[in-house]
């Protein structure tokens, strides 16, 4: 089944800027903390950006500060993250996820998470 749907990925060369988004099928809306995390082959899985209920309450990993943003529109029930600045490092698989908790604040680990996409793969080549 899938709780959430992430896209949006793709393979590009180093330099260039992708966007990804994610929905929630079957929710009224997005009223719960977001995050977007991601997996290489063979590594752990890692949390790339986290956004709460509040437009002003972000975090990003520091691999991605100041190439990646993150958003939300509660009306259209969707979360994004604007990828710049691409680089080979930046290669995996994408997930999206979002917490059961109501909160303004963002939240930082895997478990705090209940609902999650199937992924979607973002290739970097240099």
């Known amino acids: 089944q899938v709780q959430l749907e992430e896209s949006g990925g793709g393979s590009v060369q180093a330099g260039a800027s992708l966007k990804l988004s994610c929905t929630a099928p079957?929710?009224?809306?997005?009223?719960?903390?977001m995050g977007w995390f991601r997996q290489a082959p063979g590594k752990e899985r890692n949390l790339v950006a986290a956004?709460?209920?509040?437009?002003?309450?972000?975090y990003y990993a520091d691999s991605v500060k100041g190439r990646f943003i993150i958003s939300r529109d509660n009306v259209k029930n969707t979360v994004s993250l604007q990828m710049n600045s691409l680089k080979p490092d930046d290669t995996a698989l994408y997930y999206c996820?979002?917490?059961?908790?109501?909160?303004?604040?963002?939240?930082?680990?895997?478990?705090?998470?209940?609902?999650w996409g199937q992924g979607t793969q973002v290739t970097v080549s240099s």
């Open positions: 956004i709460g209920l509040s437009e002003r309450q972000t």
């Open positions: 996820a979002a917490s059961s908790t109501y909160s303004y604040t963002y939240f930082t680990s895997p478990s705090q998470y209940t609902y």
């Open positions: 079957g929710r009224t809306g997005i009223n719960y903390p």
